[in-house]
């Protein structure tokens, strides 16, 4: 993971591209502690779904640090966005595919490694 590059900007690149839906959970005792969180997987996007050379960069619309991401940054985020753990060491996550996932999409190998 880049040093400017953190959690959140990988979750969020996942988010923005419509791969995931996230739900976080929070304790019923201290609402400020996610607790679990369920991902809920929308589509693997593909080189050729990116519709543009993979190194080159995109720009978010909203502020975030840093602004850009590109093809490389999705790959990555599907291994660094859920590397979230809250303060008390006991946040566990829940991945599915979502109802709108298309089960004849091509997967990318990069993906199942």
């Known amino acids: ?6 959690q959140t900007y990988y979750e969020y690149i996942l ?10 959970k929070t ?6 502690l ?6 809920f997987i929308q589509k693997i996007i593909t080189i050729p779904e990116w519709n543009q050379v993979p190194r080159i ?10 602004s850009i991401y590109n093809y490389c940054d999705y790959m ?3 291994k660094y966005a859920f590397t979230f753990q ?5 946040h566990s996550w ?15 190998l990069w993906f199942i490694d």
Request: net charge positive; proline share 8%; charged share 20%.
């Open 1 to 6: 993971m880049g040093c400017d590059k953190t």
């Open 15 to 24: 988010v923005w591209k419509n791969s995931i839906k996230i739900n976080p």
């Open 27 to 32: 304790d019923p005792k201290n609402p400020s």
């Open 34 to 39: 996610i607790i679990h969180t369920s991902i």
């Open 57 to 66: 960069h995109k720009q978010f619309s909203a502020p975030l640090v840093p």
């Open 76 to 78: 990555n985020a599907w």
């Open 86 to 90: 809250n303060t008390e060491n006991r």
């Open 94 to 108: 829940f991945f599915c595919f979502d109802k709108t996932f298309n089960v004849d999409q091509k997967i990318s």
